[in-house]
């Protein structure tokens, strides 16, 4: 198992940005695939942001496109969710997840994929 947790979340006006960051410890964090997702209140989680275990292939959801970035530092421990343009739809609990990627290309589009999760941190974007 390896340990996630996410921080950078807070509150922030409509056109706005902020930085998501999940830290991994407990294993050697390279050979893991992972995921940004999003739950909105009385909603379905959602794919934000995936990256592969090389980390150069990524995914995005369609909502975020263009606007969200997704990256991994060079020792590939850290995972950053890079927001710009922030909508007020953009507020939700945002989580990081992990998996062993089965190839270093993969990447991994449903939360049912994973079997790492952080806490959360909640972004709220005011309009």
């Known amino acids: 198992q390896v340990q996630l947790v996410e921080s950078g979340g807070g509150l922030v006006q409509a056109g706005g940005a902020l930085r998501l960051s999940c830290v991994a410890s407990?294993?050697?964090?390279?050979?893991?695939?992972v995921g940004w997702f999003r739950q909105a209140a009385g909603k379905e989680r959602e794919i934000v942001a995936a990256?592969?275990?090389?980390?150069?292939?990524?995914y995005y959801g369609d909502s975020v496109k263009v606007r969200f970035t997704i990256s991994r530092d060079s020792d590939k421990s850290t995972i950053y969710l890079q927001m710009n343009s922030l909508k007020p739809e953009d507020t939700a609990v945002y989580y990081c997840?992990?998996?062993?990627?089965?190839?270093?290309?993969?990447?991994?589009?449903?939360?049912?994929?994973?079997?790492?999760w952080g806490q959360g941190t909640q972004v709220t974007v005011s309009s």
């Open positions: 990256i592969s275990r090389s980390g150069g292939q990524t």
């Open positions: 997840a992990a998996r062993l990627g089965s190839t270093v290309y993969m990447v991994y589009r449903s939360g049912n994929e994973y079997d790492n």
């Open positions: 407990g294993r050697t964090f390279s050979p893991y695939a």
